[in-house]
């Protein structure tokens, strides 16, 4: 071949390549995948979330992280991939990959039944970057190296799907790459579902019946969850015995399809939505259509022992109207039944229970709304002369049990005997009118049921049940309550054997939320084709907590949490993962720390030995994990997640001594954090976050006390403690308790207030600044040496100076107090920042918060009016006006997104969290 021919060649075999890329860019890959496409019609479940590190603080809020960790199902997943990580030398930044793989993204999670008694998950994961593909196939690759697993591919209708095998189970994963769209499943055949689904682009998606509603886009929606009613029963089968969920069958029959947003938050988890209305002919729907939802009526009926209720909105005659019987009637039972039901109208319900035993039958009671009571009574009087019932009755303190001589099912239809919807039987059935309500069931069960009334042990007077309806929906067509506590027993004899044996070993999952309402509200239109059920599920813990949410003012912008005892000290802000808004640190009069979530609610709350002091975040590092260090007491703390001590913690110092600050400084490379104690005594005790005690340090009890917090600094490797005293004497040790040479160091003045410290590398680059109470800003090094000295206003015998730094420590503000009067100053400027005269004249605390670029505010809490003070950087009153505070300070924390602030403080026994906006 010639060179000519072989360039042409070439040339050819470049512009076709040239026109592939050309043609996939501009047809294929310019047309975006809906993921939603890609789910199978047959899910019966879909699970979409799309901000992983939030849900995940979620559900560590909410107590269910540590419970779903328990599960065996994600057990074993994290073993495989801990086994992964290990096999690729993984280290500590890459032991979290998997949620930085998830990210942000839009992963969708369904469940499909897959054969008799079975159910399988199919995760879609998108792949947004050429480094998350590597990441996947590198995973891949370095399980199927390992004698324990086996990697194959196979081609399925023009894909190749990949599985992974582990050799001693069998147990295997099928994954397919569809255009960067990872999907994944332990049954092969949801994947095969998918490749055929691929095969028809123009169907309808599982979302379709909502158009191009995105919950996730809401605020606070951690979630999505796409629920198909139609499918639900076949679930239903895989969970329990056939014979136990017709009730709900026939409910699932008021809407195919419900789409829902995700909640989290402290003691409660919310799902809100929208369900489309069931169109099959026969279906409940078309039998309630029109019917108004009521609201519940029964909260003083029903005995806290319930464990499950189906109440419906809807006339029992107009709802399940009895066919007529071509059988003469010679008594007129049937007419008589017809007439009694004609009396009852607008509500009924089914309750069961709570079961005495595993597996044993629970109570069943029927209740059923009767608008004219007298009307009902006259029937139910006749139909028992017709049957020849005794007139002879029971009573349980007010009330009167009758013998009745019809089923329940006569009443309540298909509602309470699915299978037998027209049943007219004679049995040994009780009943009992309660007010506009008739009560029907056994004997025995309504007697113990009517106990529990005459006692009030009722909904109505438990104030758990009572804050749960009121978050509740106040109208229904279809109200579900489930209290998982009482239902326990009777759970377990319905479920299948396997399903059993899951349930006992995650009871605690299961018990997380006791309380569980499910909703369905009617449009007021229900005859617009686009009319659709607000949809709400709610999971909820009853709040048995410390503390109480209320709705605040404009001023709280509705974010106020009460305690039970009164708040005191100062809040801390801590920044909390995947939210621009802070979590709160609080301590009530009872000496309880409480941690209250960026959302409000309280996750975990510890009793201390006393007031806390030093409270901060300690980083992990040199062996020590990190948490929430904090003195109380004689003990140190280092508080994890959930409120329990971190190992080596609590450190006890002797029973004699009292904490009144703990000061955190930097260890050397690979070691723990140095921490200074400081007691009532005037004592300094040196100790590194082991609980080792320094060699050669003994505690140093000062001779006069000390002007401000003492600082613990790292100066060209060597632990310094520098100790500034009210008698204008600064005293600077090494970590062995030596005096460094030119110390201590006089500054010419009594010192009120901290030390600014900037680290150097060398004692003498190291600058301390404070200002004594000449009025002298005075700057000085670890070596003895005074660099400058500065007076920044006038002095007199009863002004007081001091400097008070910004969390950080990189600046300062300067605070002249004269009597009821304060200046501040900025170091940079001779005039005043801003003046202000009180009406007290007690100490007052000054915080200075620098948070960069001109965003610095100053708090002045006063105490006698429970007041604080907010001043911007141009010294201006925030509002014009003080605002309450009873604390001895405030949190404040800024997020720059959004360009505000966000402040924390106390009145009483209210958290009050505003959000400010400053306009600089």
């Not at 009120?752 to 800003?777: D, F, I």
């Not at 405030?890 to 505003?914: F, N, P």
Request: proline share 6%; aromatic share 8%.
């Amino acid at each position: 071949m010639s060179r000519k021919l072989l360039a042409l060649y070439t040339a050819l075999l470049l512009l076709l390549a040239l026109a592939t890329y050309v043609y996939y860019r501009r047809t294929l890959a310019a047309v975006p995948v809906d993921p939603y496409a890609l789910v199978p019609d047959d899910a019966v479940l879909v699970l979409s979330t799309h901000d992983h590190p939030t849900l995940v603080r979620h559900l560590q809020e909410t107590e269910l992280w540590d419970n779903l960790t328990a599960v065996r199902y994600f057990q074993q997943a994290a073993g495989h991939l801990a086994l992964a990580d290990s096999l690729s030398g993984g280290n500590a930044r890459r032991r979290n990959s998997l949620l930085t793989l998830l990210g942000r993204k839009l992963v969708i999670t369904s469940l499909h039944v897959t054969g008799p008694g079975e159910f399988d998950v199919l995760y879609q994961i998108p792949l947004v970057r050429v480094s998350e593909y590597r990441q996947v196939r590198s995973l891949l690759e370095t399980l199927g190296r390992d004698g324990r697993y086996r990697l194959s591919t196979r081609e399925y209708e023009g894909q190749e799907l990949t599985i992974l095998t582990e050799q001693r189970s069998e147990f295997s994963l099928t994954v397919l790459n569809y255009r960067n769209h990872l999907l994944i499943s332990a049954n092969g055949g949801l994947v095969e579902a998918v490749v055929r689904r691929l095969a028809h682009p123009d169907a309808p998606t599982v979302l379709a019946s909502f158009g191009s509603t995105d919950l996730l886009k809401l605020r606070g929606v951690d979630a999505t969850v796409l629920v198909n009613y139609r499918r639900l029963p076949q679930f239903l089968d895989v969970l329990f015995r056939r014979d136990a969920h017709g009730q709900f069958d026939l409910l699932a029959g008021l809407a195919s399809q419900g789409f829902l947003g995700v909640k989290l938050a402290g003691s409660q988890a919310l799902l809100q939505g929208f369900s489309t209305p069931e169109t099959t002919h026969s279906s409940l729907q078309q039998r309630l259509s029109g019917q108004a939802p009521q609201p519940l009526g029964l909260t003083d009926m029903l005995s806290t022992r319930t464990a499950l209720v189906l109440h419906l909105a809807a006339q029992p005659a107009r709802t399940w109207p009895r066919p007529t019987s071509s059988a003469v009637d010679s008594l007129g039972l049937g007419a008589a039944l017809d007439s009694l039901r004609a009396t009852l109208g607008g509500e009924m319900a089914v309750a069961y229970l709570a079961a005495s035993a595993p597996g044993s039958r629970p109570g069943r009671l029927a209740l059923v709304r009767c608008p004219v009571p007298a009307r009902t009574e006259a029937w139910l009087a006749r139909l028992r002369r017709l049957n020849g019932n005794s007139p002879a009755f029971t009573r349980v303190g007010p009330y009167q049990v009758h013998p009745v001589g019809f089923s329940e099912a006569a009443v309540l239809g298909p509602l309470l005997d699915p299978a037998r919807p027209n049943a007219v039987e004679v049995v040994s059935g009780a009943g009992v009118m309660m007010g506009n309500y008739l009560v029907l069931s056994d004997e025995l069960t309504l007697n113990a049921y009517l106990a529990d009334v005459v006692a009030g042990r009722t909904w109505a007077q438990s104030p758990a049940q009572v804050s749960f309806l009121q978050e509740t929906q106040p109208r229904a067509r279809l109200s579900i309550f489930i209290d998982t506590r009482n239902s326990w027993n009777a759970l377990l004899g319905v479920l299948t054997e396997e399903r059993r044996a899951g349930l006992l070993r995650n009871e605690a999952l299961f018990k997380r939320f006791p309380q569980l309402a499910f909703q369905l509200v009617p449009a007021d239109n229900e005859a617009a084709p686009d009319a659709q059920y607000f949809t709400q599920l709610l999971l909820h813990h009853p709040n048995l907590g410390p503390a109480t949410a209320q709705a605040g003012g404009a001023a709280a912008n509705g974010r106020v949490l009460a305690f039970k005892r009164g708040l005191v000290g100062t809040p801390v802000a801590l920044p909390a993962l995947g939210t621009r808004i802070p979590a709160v640190v609080v301590q009530d009069s009872a000496q309880a720390l409480h941690f209250v979530s960026a959302d409000n609610s309280v996750v975990w709350s510890d009793t201390l030995a006393g007031p806390a002091v030093g409270t901060t975040q300690l980083a992990a590092g040199g062996g020590v994990a990190g948490g929430l260090l904090l003195g109380a007491g004689h003990r140190l703390h280092l508080l994890a997640n959930d409120g329990r001590d971190a190992p080596p913690f609590p450190l006890n110092l002797p029973d004699t001594l009292h904490l009144t600050d703990l000061t955190v400084g930097p260890g050397g490379p690979g070691e723990p954090a140095r921490l200074l104690a400081r007691t009532a005594g005037n004592e300094l005790r040196l100790l590194d976050a082991r609980g080792r005690e320094f060699r050669g340090w003994q505690p140093k009890r000062l001779d006069f006390p000390l002007a401000g917090r003492p600082a613990l600094l790292n100066a060209g490797g060597r632990t310094v403690v520098v100790a500034p005293l009210q008698n204008g004497y600064v005293y600077a040790y090494d970590g062995q308790g030596n005096l460094f040479p030119g110390f201590p160091l006089s500054l010419g003045a009594r010192l009120a207030g901290n030390l600014l410290v900037q680290p150097g590398t060398t004692l003498a680059r190291t600058r301390l600044t404070t200002v004594n109470q000449h009025g002298e800003l005075i700057t000085f090094n670890l070596s003895g040496d005074v660099l400058s000295r500065k007076r920044i206003a006038t002095w007199s015998r009863t002004a007081r100076f001091r400097l008070v730094p910004d969390l950080s420590g990189h600046s300062f503000v300067l605070t002249r107090e004269d009597g009821s009067q304060i200046d501040v100053y900025l170091p940079t400027q001779a005039a005043p920042l801003f003046t202000q005269r009180f009406v007290t004249s007690g100490e007052r605390l000054v915080q200075f918060f620098d948070f960069g670029k001109n965003h610095r505010l100053v708090a002045i809490t006063e105490p006698g009016p429970a007041h604080v003070f907010l001043y911007d950087a141009r010294g201006q009153l925030l509002g014009g006006e003080p605002l309450p505070s009873t604390g001895t300070g405030v949190a404040l924390s800024y997020d720059a997104t959004t360009d505000t602030y966000q402040l924390a403080r106390l009145v009483g026994r209210e958290l009050r969290r505003t959000e400010l906006k400053v306009n600089l």
